[in-house]
Protein backbone atom coordinates (compact mmCIF):
# COMPACT_ATOMS: atom_id res chain seq x y z
CA UNK A 1 0.00 0.00 0.00
CA UNK A 2 1.17 3.30 -1.03
CA UNK A 3 0.53 5.69 1.41
CA UNK A 4 -0.50 9.41 -0.65
CA UNK A 5 -1.92 11.62 2.67
CA UNK A 6 -0.68 12.07 6.06
CA UNK A 7 -2.43 13.80 9.25
CA UNK A 8 -0.95 14.52 12.30
CA UNK A 9 -2.36 15.55 15.41
CA UNK A 10 -0.47 17.83 17.08
CA UNK A 11 1.60 20.84 16.30
CA UNK A 12 4.02 20.38 18.81
CA UNK A 13 8.03 19.47 19.33
CA UNK A 14 7.92 16.46 18.30
CA UNK A 15 4.46 16.33 15.28
CA UNK A 16 6.28 19.82 13.87
CA UNK A 17 9.75 18.83 12.69
CA UNK A 18 8.68 15.20 11.80
CA UNK A 19 6.23 15.89 9.88
CA UNK A 20 8.24 18.91 8.24
CA UNK A 21 11.01 16.17 7.72
CA UNK A 22 8.54 13.39 6.00
CA UNK A 23 7.24 15.87 3.73
CA UNK A 24 10.74 17.40 2.82
CA UNK A 25 11.74 13.68 2.14
CA UNK A 26 8.10 12.51 0.23
CA UNK A 27 7.25 15.63 -1.65
CA UNK A 28 4.40 13.33 -3.62
CA UNK A 29 3.21 12.54 -0.35
CA UNK A 30 0.36 15.22 1.21
CA UNK A 31 1.07 16.25 4.94
CA UNK A 32 -1.01 18.13 7.28
CA UNK A 33 -0.50 19.10 10.41
CA UNK A 34 -3.10 20.46 12.72
CA UNK A 35 -3.85 21.28 16.43
CA UNK A 36 -6.60 22.61 18.72
CA UNK A 37 -4.17 25.51 19.32
CA UNK A 38 -4.85 28.33 16.74
CA UNK A 39 -1.83 30.49 18.14
CA UNK A 40 0.22 28.17 17.09
CA UNK A 41 -0.78 27.16 13.74
CA UNK A 42 -0.65 30.61 12.33
CA UNK A 43 2.73 30.54 13.84
CA UNK A 44 3.69 27.59 11.92
CA UNK A 45 1.97 29.33 8.96
CA UNK A 46 4.02 32.91 9.79
CA UNK A 47 5.00 34.00 6.21
CA UNK A 48 8.56 34.83 8.22
CA UNK A 49 9.65 31.07 8.82
CA UNK A 50 11.77 32.21 11.42
CA UNK A 51 8.97 32.73 13.35
CA UNK A 52 7.76 29.10 13.69
CA UNK A 53 6.93 28.13 16.84
CA UNK A 54 9.55 25.22 17.66
CA UNK A 55 13.27 26.74 17.85
CA UNK A 56 15.72 23.76 15.94
CA UNK A 57 18.74 24.31 14.10
CA UNK A 58 17.88 23.88 10.11
CA UNK A 59 13.81 23.27 11.08
CA UNK A 60 12.79 26.66 9.73
CA UNK A 61 14.81 25.63 6.29
CA UNK A 62 12.97 22.43 6.11
CA UNK A 63 9.57 24.28 6.27
CA UNK A 64 10.77 26.93 3.83
CA UNK A 65 10.71 24.30 1.31
CA UNK A 66 7.93 22.33 1.65
CA UNK A 67 5.01 24.31 3.62
CA UNK A 68 2.82 25.22 0.81
CA UNK A 69 4.01 22.47 -1.24
CA UNK A 70 2.88 19.07 0.39
CA UNK A 71 2.88 20.61 3.93
CA UNK A 72 0.03 22.17 5.42
CA UNK A 73 -1.02 23.47 8.79
CA UNK A 74 -4.34 24.04 9.95
CA UNK A 75 -6.87 23.82 12.44
CA UNK A 76 -9.81 21.95 10.84
CA UNK A 77 -9.03 18.59 12.37
CA UNK A 78 -12.22 17.08 11.13
CA UNK A 79 -11.19 17.52 7.56
CA UNK A 80 -7.64 16.52 7.96
CA UNK A 81 -8.72 13.31 9.05
CA UNK A 82 -11.14 12.37 6.88
CA UNK A 83 -8.24 13.31 3.70
CA UNK A 84 -5.60 11.37 5.79
CA UNK A 85 -4.98 7.61 5.03
CA UNK A 86 -2.63 7.45 7.84
CA UNK A 87 -3.22 9.85 11.38
CA UNK A 88 0.04 10.35 13.63
CA UNK A 89 -1.33 11.42 16.83
CA UNK A 90 1.51 13.69 18.38
CA UNK A 91 -0.87 15.41 21.36
CA UNK A 92 0.66 16.20 24.58
CA UNK A 93 0.73 13.34 27.23
CA UNK A 94 1.57 14.70 30.77
CA UNK A 95 2.09 13.76 34.31
CA UNK A 96 -0.99 12.91 35.35
CA UNK A 97 -2.04 16.05 37.93
CA UNK A 98 -5.28 14.72 39.45
CA UNK A 99 -6.54 11.66 41.20
CA UNK A 100 -5.29 7.75 40.00
CA UNK A 101 -1.86 8.02 39.26
CA UNK A 102 -1.72 11.58 40.58
CA UNK A 103 1.97 12.68 39.79
CA UNK A 104 2.85 9.44 37.72
CA UNK A 105 0.65 7.75 35.51
CA UNK A 106 0.25 9.32 31.90
CA UNK A 107 -2.72 11.40 31.16
CA UNK A 108 -4.36 10.37 28.17
CA UNK A 109 -7.42 12.82 28.25
CA UNK A 110 -6.14 13.57 25.28
CA UNK A 111 -5.32 10.97 23.55
CA UNK A 112 -8.67 9.81 24.11
CA UNK A 113 -10.28 12.81 22.44
CA UNK A 114 -8.18 11.80 19.35
CA UNK A 115 -9.36 8.67 18.82
CA UNK A 116 -13.06 9.67 19.45
CA UNK A 117 -12.60 12.09 16.95
CA UNK A 118 -11.10 9.85 14.28
CA UNK A 119 -13.77 7.65 14.84
CA UNK A 120 -16.67 9.71 14.48
CA UNK A 121 -15.17 11.04 11.19
CA UNK A 122 -13.80 8.63 9.20
CA UNK A 123 -15.33 7.44 6.47
CA UNK A 124 -13.11 5.33 5.01
CA UNK A 125 -10.21 2.89 6.35
CA UNK A 126 -7.03 4.18 8.51
CA UNK A 127 -4.26 3.82 9.88
CA UNK A 128 -3.90 5.57 13.46
CA UNK A 129 0.27 5.96 14.16
CA UNK A 130 0.54 6.71 17.78
CA UNK A 131 3.62 8.73 18.25
CA UNK A 132 3.22 10.76 21.82
CA UNK A 133 4.81 8.24 23.91
CA UNK A 134 2.31 5.90 25.92
CA UNK A 135 2.23 3.31 28.79
CA UNK A 136 2.26 0.08 27.50
CA UNK A 137 -0.79 -0.89 26.27
CA UNK A 138 -2.75 1.75 24.90
CA UNK A 139 -2.80 0.75 21.62
CA UNK A 140 -5.77 -1.51 22.97
CA UNK A 141 -7.13 1.28 24.14
CA UNK A 142 -7.27 3.42 21.22
CA UNK A 143 -8.17 -0.13 19.26
CA UNK A 144 -11.12 -0.20 21.91
CA UNK A 145 -12.15 3.10 21.41
CA UNK A 146 -11.78 3.40 17.32
CA UNK A 147 -13.81 0.02 16.82
CA UNK A 148 -16.84 1.25 19.26
CA UNK A 149 -17.85 4.33 18.35
CA UNK A 150 -16.66 4.78 15.08
CA UNK A 151 -18.62 4.07 11.50
CA UNK A 152 -17.56 0.56 11.18
CA UNK A 153 -14.22 1.40 9.58
CA UNK A 154 -11.45 -0.71 9.96
CA UNK A 155 -8.91 0.78 11.53
CA UNK A 156 -4.87 -0.55 12.45
CA UNK A 157 -2.93 0.81 15.13
CA UNK A 158 0.75 1.27 15.29
CA UNK A 159 3.24 2.54 17.33
CA UNK A 160 6.05 4.42 16.27
CA UNK A 161 7.87 6.38 18.79
CA UNK A 162 9.78 9.16 18.41
CA UNK A 163 13.55 9.34 19.14
CA UNK A 164 14.51 12.76 18.39
CA UNK A 165 16.16 14.69 20.91
CA UNK A 166 15.64 18.26 20.72
CA UNK A 167 17.99 20.52 19.32
CA UNK A 168 19.35 18.13 16.82
CA UNK A 169 15.84 17.25 15.80
CA UNK A 170 16.24 17.67 12.08
CA UNK A 171 19.71 15.94 12.56
CA UNK A 172 18.43 12.94 14.07
CA UNK A 173 15.02 12.89 11.90
CA UNK A 174 17.34 13.12 8.86
CA UNK A 175 19.29 10.23 10.02
CA UNK A 176 18.01 8.31 12.85
CA UNK A 177 20.07 5.43 14.41
CA UNK A 178 16.48 3.49 13.97
CA UNK A 179 12.59 3.68 13.43
CA UNK A 180 11.03 1.71 15.62
CA UNK A 181 7.29 0.67 13.94
CA UNK A 182 5.28 -1.61 16.26
CA UNK A 183 1.72 -2.90 14.80
CA UNK A 184 -0.69 -6.53 14.98
CA UNK A 185 1.03 -9.02 13.65
CA UNK A 186 -2.05 -10.48 11.46
CA UNK A 187 -2.36 -9.92 8.08
CA UNK A 188 -3.81 -6.45 8.09
CA UNK A 189 -1.91 -5.28 10.75
CA UNK A 190 1.63 -6.23 8.66
CA UNK A 191 0.49 -4.04 5.98
CA UNK A 192 -0.21 -1.18 7.88
CA UNK A 193 3.44 -1.65 8.94
CA UNK A 194 4.89 -2.25 5.79
CA UNK A 195 2.72 1.28 4.53
CA UNK A 196 4.60 3.17 6.89
CA UNK A 197 8.13 1.58 6.52
CA UNK A 198 7.60 2.81 2.59
CA UNK A 199 7.24 6.02 3.83
CA UNK A 200 10.29 5.93 5.72
CA UNK A 201 12.21 3.58 3.33
CA UNK A 202 12.38 7.13 1.04
CA UNK A 203 15.90 8.24 2.93
CA UNK A 204 16.40 5.62 6.13
CA UNK A 205 18.25 2.31 5.09
CA UNK A 206 16.08 -0.65 5.52
CA UNK A 207 18.20 -2.40 7.90
CA UNK A 208 17.88 0.63 10.63
CA UNK A 209 13.56 0.39 10.20
CA UNK A 210 13.10 -2.16 12.99
CA UNK A 211 9.41 -3.63 13.50
CA UNK A 212 8.25 -5.62 16.33
CA UNK A 213 5.03 -6.18 17.97
CA UNK A 214 3.30 -3.01 18.98
CA UNK A 215 3.57 -4.06 22.93
CA UNK A 216 7.37 -4.31 22.29
CA UNK A 217 7.18 -0.98 20.89
CA UNK A 218 5.57 1.17 23.04
CA UNK A 219 7.78 -0.40 26.43
CA UNK A 220 10.96 0.20 23.88
CA UNK A 221 10.08 3.82 24.04
CA UNK A 222 9.47 3.82 27.82
CA UNK A 223 12.65 1.87 28.09
CA UNK A 224 14.83 3.56 25.87
CA UNK A 225 14.21 7.03 27.88
CA UNK A 226 14.66 5.37 31.04
CA UNK A 227 18.25 3.77 30.52
CA UNK A 228 19.33 7.05 29.25
CA UNK A 229 17.99 8.92 32.42
CA UNK A 230 19.68 6.25 34.42
CA UNK A 231 23.33 6.98 32.28
CA UNK A 232 23.03 10.87 33.35
CA UNK A 233 21.57 9.41 36.95
CA UNK A 234 24.48 7.40 37.55
CA UNK A 235 27.41 9.62 36.29
CA UNK A 236 25.55 12.63 38.60
CA UNK A 237 25.46 10.33 41.68
CA UNK A 238 29.50 9.87 41.07
CA UNK A 239 29.56 14.19 40.81
CA UNK A 240 29.21 14.42 44.29
CA UNK A 241 31.93 11.31 45.71
CA UNK A 242 34.30 13.05 42.96
CA UNK A 243 33.94 16.45 45.10
CA UNK A 244 35.19 15.03 47.76
CA UNK A 245 38.07 12.76 46.80
CA UNK A 246 39.32 14.98 44.53
CA UNK A 247 38.56 13.04 41.29
CA UNK A 248 37.27 14.75 38.33
CA UNK A 249 34.10 13.58 36.65
CA UNK A 250 35.15 14.35 32.95
CA UNK A 251 37.84 12.19 33.97
CA UNK A 252 36.20 9.40 35.53
CA UNK A 253 33.40 9.90 32.26
CA UNK A 254 36.51 9.81 29.86
CA UNK A 255 37.99 6.84 31.42
CA UNK A 256 34.94 4.81 31.55
CA UNK A 257 33.28 5.91 28.53
CA UNK A 258 36.34 4.77 26.46
CA UNK A 259 35.29 1.13 27.20
CA UNK A 260 33.19 0.20 24.19
CA UNK A 261 30.85 -1.41 26.28
CA UNK A 262 30.12 1.59 28.44
CA UNK A 263 30.45 3.97 25.65
CA UNK A 264 31.19 7.81 25.75
CA UNK A 265 27.51 9.25 25.68
CA UNK A 266 25.09 10.32 28.16
CA UNK A 267 28.06 10.27 30.44
CA UNK A 268 28.39 14.55 31.28
CA UNK A 269 27.55 14.92 34.76
CA UNK A 270 25.54 17.87 35.37
CA UNK A 271 22.68 19.47 37.22
CA UNK A 272 20.18 17.32 36.62
CA UNK A 273 18.27 15.86 32.96
CA UNK A 274 15.35 18.10 32.14
CA UNK A 275 13.31 18.09 29.14
CA UNK A 276 9.49 16.98 28.15
CA UNK A 277 10.41 12.74 28.42
CA UNK A 278 12.47 11.50 30.53
CA UNK A 279 11.00 12.18 34.09
CA UNK A 280 7.44 11.51 32.67
CA UNK A 281 8.75 8.50 30.77
CA UNK A 282 10.01 6.88 34.02
CA UNK A 283 7.46 8.08 36.58
CA UNK A 284 5.40 5.32 33.69
CA UNK A 285 7.44 3.11 33.96
CA UNK A 286 6.94 3.19 37.52
CA UNK A 287 3.91 3.51 37.56
CA UNK A 288 3.05 0.52 35.46
CA UNK A 289 4.96 -1.16 37.11
CA UNK A 290 3.10 -1.20 40.67
CA UNK A 291 0.00 -1.40 38.87
CA UNK A 292 1.49 -4.90 38.02
CA UNK A 293 3.14 -5.28 41.80
CA UNK A 294 6.15 -5.27 40.84
CA UNK A 295 7.64 -3.15 43.42
CA UNK A 296 11.25 -3.87 43.14
CA UNK A 297 11.26 -3.04 39.26
CA UNK A 298 9.02 0.01 40.01
CA UNK A 299 12.17 1.19 43.31
CA UNK A 300 15.02 0.47 41.23
CA UNK A 301 13.30 3.16 38.22
CA UNK A 302 12.47 5.61 40.83
CA UNK A 303 16.04 5.58 42.04
CA UNK A 304 17.03 7.40 38.73
CA UNK A 305 14.34 10.54 39.27
CA UNK A 306 15.37 10.60 43.31
CA UNK A 307 18.79 11.28 42.28
CA UNK A 308 17.81 13.77 39.99
CA UNK A 309 16.11 15.86 42.37
CA UNK A 310 18.59 15.11 44.43
CA UNK A 311 21.24 17.08 42.54
CA UNK A 312 18.96 19.79 41.15
CA UNK A 313 18.87 20.34 45.21
CA UNK A 314 22.28 19.87 45.99
CA UNK A 315 23.74 22.79 43.13
CA UNK A 316 21.75 25.22 45.02
CA UNK A 317 22.99 23.93 48.03
CA UNK A 318 26.16 24.43 46.67
CA UNK A 319 25.47 28.08 45.73
CA UNK A 320 24.00 29.22 49.05
CA UNK A 321 26.75 27.44 51.31
CA UNK A 322 29.62 29.07 48.97
CA UNK A 323 27.90 32.28 49.25
CA UNK A 324 28.73 32.02 53.37
CA UNK A 325 25.71 30.44 53.71
CA UNK A 326 22.94 33.33 52.71
CA UNK A 327 22.08 34.26 49.37
CA UNK A 328 19.34 36.67 51.21
CA UNK A 329 19.09 39.63 48.91
CA UNK A 330 22.37 38.06 46.70
CA UNK A 331 22.02 38.71 42.81
CA UNK A 332 22.48 35.57 41.33
CA UNK A 333 23.33 35.81 37.58
CA UNK A 334 21.63 32.96 35.80
CA UNK A 335 23.12 32.27 32.01
CA UNK A 336 20.90 29.32 30.74
CA UNK A 337 16.99 28.44 30.72
CA UNK A 338 16.41 25.98 28.31
CA UNK A 339 16.77 22.43 29.80
CA UNK A 340 19.43 21.86 27.51
CA UNK A 341 21.51 24.06 24.71
CA UNK A 342 20.44 25.17 20.92
CA UNK A 343 16.24 24.93 21.93
CA UNK A 344 13.66 27.10 23.22
CA UNK A 345 11.63 24.64 25.17
CA UNK A 346 12.13 25.05 28.92
CA UNK A 347 9.53 21.81 30.38
CA UNK A 348 11.16 20.22 33.29
CA UNK A 349 14.50 22.53 33.00
CA UNK A 350 17.15 22.17 36.01
CA UNK A 351 16.99 25.54 35.68
CA UNK A 352 13.73 26.40 36.94
CA UNK A 353 13.76 24.37 40.29
CA UNK A 354 17.36 25.89 41.11
CA UNK A 355 15.46 29.20 40.49
CA UNK A 356 12.72 28.54 42.54
CA UNK A 357 15.14 27.20 45.57
CA UNK A 358 17.12 29.90 45.53
CA UNK A 359 13.86 32.49 45.53
CA UNK A 360 13.27 30.67 48.63
CA UNK A 361 16.23 31.63 50.30
CA UNK A 362 15.47 35.25 49.04
CA UNK A 363 17.93 35.71 46.79
CA UNK A 364 17.64 38.12 43.72
CA UNK A 365 17.93 36.06 40.40
CA UNK A 366 18.70 37.25 36.90
CA UNK A 367 18.47 35.38 33.81
CA UNK A 368 19.54 35.63 30.90
CA UNK A 369 19.00 32.84 27.72
CA UNK A 370 19.51 33.41 24.52
CA UNK A 371 15.98 31.30 22.88
CA UNK A 372 14.01 31.73 25.94
CA UNK A 373 11.02 34.34 26.15
CA UNK A 374 10.61 36.13 29.19
CA UNK A 375 6.96 35.31 29.29
CA UNK A 376 8.35 31.37 29.50
CA UNK A 377 10.49 32.12 32.06
CA UNK A 378 7.57 33.68 34.54
CA UNK A 379 4.99 31.19 33.26
CA UNK A 380 7.74 28.28 34.43
CA UNK A 381 7.78 29.88 37.81
CA UNK A 382 4.30 30.28 38.17
CA UNK A 383 3.81 26.96 37.54
CA UNK A 384 5.49 25.74 40.31
CA UNK A 385 3.24 28.05 42.40
CA UNK A 386 5.74 28.75 45.52
CA UNK A 387 5.32 32.20 45.29
CA UNK A 388 2.64 34.79 43.78
CA UNK A 389 3.12 35.48 40.18
CA UNK A 390 4.11 39.44 41.18
CA UNK A 391 6.51 38.19 43.75
CA UNK A 392 8.07 36.35 40.70
CA UNK A 393 8.52 39.16 39.04
CA UNK A 394 10.03 41.08 42.07
CA UNK A 395 12.51 38.92 42.46
CA UNK A 396 13.77 37.56 39.42
CA UNK A 397 14.31 39.84 36.63
CA UNK A 398 14.77 38.44 32.79
CA UNK A 399 17.77 40.33 31.24
CA UNK A 400 18.54 40.08 27.57
CA UNK A 401 22.37 40.45 27.41
CA UNK A 402 24.70 38.44 29.47
CA UNK A 403 27.29 40.79 29.70
CA UNK A 404 23.88 43.36 31.75
CA UNK A 405 22.54 40.13 33.52
CA UNK A 406 25.82 39.51 35.39
CA UNK A 407 26.28 42.91 36.50
CA UNK A 408 26.64 43.48 40.35
CA UNK A 409 26.17 39.40 40.88
CA UNK A 410 28.29 37.93 43.73
CA UNK A 411 27.36 35.01 41.42
CA UNK A 412 27.09 33.23 37.89
CA UNK A 413 25.47 30.28 37.11
CA UNK A 414 25.36 28.08 33.92
CA UNK A 415 22.44 26.28 34.08
CA UNK A 416 22.53 25.34 29.93
CA UNK A 417 25.23 24.34 27.70
CA UNK A 418 24.77 26.91 25.09
CA UNK A 419 28.15 27.37 23.20
CA UNK A 420 28.05 31.48 23.06
CA UNK A 421 29.00 31.04 26.85
CA UNK A 422 32.49 29.95 26.44
CA UNK A 423 33.07 32.67 24.12
CA UNK A 424 32.31 35.58 26.34
CA UNK A 425 35.28 38.38 27.26
CA UNK A 426 34.70 36.59 31.06
CA UNK A 427 37.08 39.83 32.24
CA UNK A 428 34.41 42.03 31.37
CA UNK A 429 31.90 40.10 33.25
CA UNK A 430 34.38 39.44 36.15
CA UNK A 431 35.61 43.45 36.07
CA UNK A 432 31.37 44.06 36.87
CA UNK A 433 30.74 41.70 39.41
CA UNK A 434 31.06 41.60 43.47
CA UNK A 435 33.86 40.32 45.18
CA UNK A 436 34.78 37.32 45.51
CA UNK A 437 33.13 36.68 42.01
CA UNK A 438 31.98 33.23 41.88
CA UNK A 439 31.29 30.64 38.41
CA UNK A 440 28.67 28.02 39.27
CA UNK A 441 28.94 25.67 36.38
CA UNK A 442 26.23 23.37 36.30
CA UNK A 443 27.10 22.34 32.87
CA UNK A 444 31.10 21.50 32.76
CA UNK A 445 31.47 23.73 30.13
CA UNK A 446 33.51 26.53 31.48
CA UNK A 447 37.86 26.65 31.17
CA UNK A 448 37.94 26.13 34.82
CA UNK A 449 41.64 27.26 34.68
CA UNK A 450 40.78 30.36 32.23
CA UNK A 451 38.33 31.40 35.21
CA UNK A 452 40.44 30.81 38.08
CA UNK A 453 43.66 32.78 36.45
CA UNK A 454 41.02 36.30 35.70
CA UNK A 455 40.10 35.57 39.23
CA UNK A 456 36.82 33.37 39.95
CA UNK A 457 36.11 31.21 42.58
CA UNK A 458 35.04 27.99 40.23
CA UNK A 459 32.59 25.50 41.24
CA UNK A 460 31.53 22.99 38.54
CA UNK A 461 29.49 19.55 39.42
CA UNK A 462 32.01 17.06 40.03
CA UNK A 463 35.20 18.14 41.18
CA UNK A 464 36.26 19.99 44.20
CA UNK A 465 34.71 23.60 45.21
CA UNK A 466 37.50 26.66 45.31
CA UNK A 467 38.11 28.11 48.49
C1 LIG B 1 5.32 14.97 22.33
C2 LIG B 1 4.56 13.72 22.66
O1 LIG B 1 3.24 13.90 22.41
C3 LIG B 1 4.84 13.28 24.05
O2 LIG B 1 4.18 12.11 24.37
C4 LIG B 1 6.28 13.04 24.09
O3 LIG B 1 6.66 12.41 25.26
C5 LIG B 1 6.97 14.34 23.92
O4 LIG B 1 6.65 14.84 22.71
P1 LIG B 1 5.36 17.49 22.25
O5 LIG B 1 5.24 17.50 20.77
O6 LIG B 1 6.69 17.80 22.84
O7 LIG B 1 4.86 16.10 22.83
O8 LIG B 1 4.22 18.28 22.95
P2 LIG B 1 3.66 19.70 22.67
O9 LIG B 1 4.73 20.57 22.13
O10 LIG B 1 2.91 20.08 23.90
O11 LIG B 1 2.63 19.46 21.46
C6 LIG B 1 1.41 18.82 21.54
C7 LIG B 1 0.40 19.61 20.71
O12 LIG B 1 -0.84 18.87 20.65
C8 LIG B 1 0.03 20.98 21.30
O13 LIG B 1 0.32 21.97 20.34
C9 LIG B 1 -1.48 20.89 21.58
O14 LIG B 1 -2.16 22.08 21.33
C10 LIG B 1 -1.89 19.80 20.63
N1 LIG B 1 -3.15 19.11 21.01
C11 LIG B 1 -3.31 18.59 22.24
C12 LIG B 1 -4.17 18.98 20.06
O15 LIG B 1 -4.06 19.48 18.95
N2 LIG B 1 -5.30 18.30 20.40
C13 LIG B 1 -5.49 17.76 21.62
O16 LIG B 1 -6.52 17.15 21.88
C14 LIG B 1 -4.46 17.92 22.58
C1 LIG C 1 15.17 12.56 24.97
C2 LIG C 1 15.73 11.35 24.21
O1 LIG C 1 17.15 11.53 24.03
C3 LIG C 1 15.04 11.20 22.87
O2 LIG C 1 15.49 10.03 22.21
C4 LIG C 1 13.54 11.11 23.10
O3 LIG C 1 12.85 11.03 21.88
C5 LIG C 1 13.03 12.31 23.90
O4 LIG C 1 13.77 12.43 25.11
P1 LIG C 1 15.50 15.20 24.85
O5 LIG C 1 14.78 15.22 26.15
O6 LIG C 1 15.05 16.10 23.76
O7 LIG C 1 15.49 13.73 24.23
O8 LIG C 1 17.05 15.54 25.10
P2 LIG C 1 18.32 14.72 25.60
O9 LIG C 1 19.44 15.09 24.73
O10 LIG C 1 18.04 13.29 25.77
O11 LIG C 1 18.61 15.37 27.03
C6 LIG C 1 17.75 15.21 28.14
C7 LIG C 1 18.34 15.89 29.35
O12 LIG C 1 19.48 15.19 29.84
C8 LIG C 1 18.81 17.32 29.11
O13 LIG C 1 18.45 18.14 30.18
C9 LIG C 1 20.30 17.18 29.01
O14 LIG C 1 20.98 18.36 29.35
C10 LIG C 1 20.55 16.08 30.03
N1 LIG C 1 21.82 15.36 29.80
C11 LIG C 1 21.99 14.63 28.67
C12 LIG C 1 22.81 15.39 30.77
O15 LIG C 1 22.67 16.04 31.81
N2 LIG C 1 23.98 14.69 30.55
C13 LIG C 1 24.17 13.95 29.43
O16 LIG C 1 25.26 13.33 29.31
C14 LIG C 1 23.17 13.93 28.45
Not at 159 to 177: Q, R, Y
Not at 311 to 316: A, I, L, M, T, V
Amino acid sequence: MKIQSICCIGAGYVGGPTMAVIAKKCPDIKVTVVDLNEARIAAWNDEDVSKIPVYEPGLSDVVAEARGRNLFFSTDVDKAIDEAEMIFISVNTPTKTYGEGKGQAADLKWIELCARQIARVAKGDKIVVEKSTLPVRTASTLKDILENTGNGMNFQILSNPEFLAEGTAVEDLMAPDRVLIGGDQTEEGLKAIDALVNVYARWVPKERILTTNVWSSELSKLTANAFLAQRVSSINSLSELCEHTEADVNEVSRAIGTDSRIGPKFLKASVGFGGSCFQKDILNLVYISRSYGLNEVADYWEQVIIMNDYQKKRFSNKIIKNLYNTVSGKKIAFLGWAFKKDTNDTRESAAIYVADHLLNEQSKVSVYDPKVTEQQIYSDLDYLGSRAPEENKDSLLVVDDPYEVCKGAHAVAVLTEWDEFKTYDWQKIYDNMLKPAHVFDGRNIMDKKALRDIGFKVHAIGTADDN
